[in-house]
């Protein structure tokens, strides 16, 4: 795959935008909105206590009334962020976001280093890194011209999230399943009940956890390894798949972290875009051992 060439030879930052930024743009925006509004529906819609609040009531004997407080505070934070971000996204508010999603897995760390919280924080990576790479790709004020590197940097922090994120997954399902332990078996059976694929045993759910595991593992070492459009596609489809999982299984209760984790499929179908119109193919080329070769000429 070959980049674009500047539009100058004598200006190499000056690269004139790749085809299909603006299809990226625009889906970053629409899936770190979702995600806003997803962490911010955990809050005022399910009433969950974040791990931050949390954290600051049990180490820092913050009283709970307080925390409480600031939990609103930033779920209402980040309605706005989502709105903005869906008109004008602005590097200072995408900051504030990727600071609050990356605080949450670092406050249940510190709430519990067990392995699971672990996996939950690698899970977690990608509700940080889509933010970072909108403000990398759409950053604004001031509008900068477009520049490579930085996109081509931008779509790195994308793709090592969506790894992370997608290896994550895998790994807690395949603990879950190994360990006859958490949501997910349940989850998993109840949304095939609602689509009306049938019951699912106990034996079934925990071979349906570890095989649905492995895909994930396998989806998100495929994003980490090569820039393949078909791991990316595929990604795209299981990661919004597992995202409407809740809502499918629980109703309205479960659509906060279908909002939440519905990034989790948008940064791979980003990737697929840019991967699908950004780059351009080039086939190989015979070169002829006669062919004339350009002597370099000194400097003087």
Request: charged letters at 10%; glycine letters at 10%.
């Amino acid at each position: 795959m070959v980049p674009p060439r500047s539009s100058a030879p004598n200006a190499p930052y000056r690269d004139p935008p790749i085809r299909g930024l603006g299809v990226v743009q625009a889906t970053l925006r629409i899936f770190v909105a979702l995600e806003c509004w997803g962490a911010a529906a955990s809050r005022l819609v399910s009433g969950e206590v974040s791990d931050l609040c949390r954290y600051l009531v049990r180490d820092h004997a913050i009283p709970a009334a307080i925390a409480g407080g600031l939990d609103n505070s930033l779920a209402w934070c980040l309605i706005l962020a989502g709105f903005v971000t869906l008109v004008r996204p602005a590097w200072p508010l995408l900051m504030v976001v990727a600071l609050v999603m990356v605080l949450q897995p670092i406050a249940l760390l510190l709430l519990g280093n067990t392995f699971a919280s672990r996996l939950a924080a690698v899970r977690d990576v990608v509700q940080v890194a889509a933010p970072l790479s909108l403000l990398f790709v759409d950053f604004w004020p001031p509008a900068p011209p477009f520049v490579y590197s930085r996109f081509q940097a931008a779509m790195g922090v994308l793709r090592f999230g969506a790894a992370a994120t997608f290896v994550g997954w895998g790994l807690q399902l395949l603990w879950s399943a190994v360990q006859h332990t958490g949501p997910y078996a349940q989850s998993l059976a109840s949304g095939l009940a609602r689509l009306g694929l049938g019951t699912l045993s106990p034996e079934q759910k925990l071979f349906a956890l570890g095989v649905l595991g492995a895909v994930y593992f396998g989806l998100g070492m495929g994003l980490a390894l090569g820039r393949s459009r078909a791991y990316a596609f595929f990604a795209a489809l299981v990661g919004l798949g597992g995202a409407a999982l809740p809502t499918i299984a629980e109703g309205t209760r479960g659509y906060p972290d279908t909002l939440l984790h519905l990034v989790d499929g948008g940064a791979p179908l980003a990737l697929l875009v840019c991967w699908t119109l950004g780059y351009r193919e080039t086939p190989p080329r015979p070169v002829s051992g006669h062919e004339p070769r350009e002597m370099s000429r000194p400097h003087h």
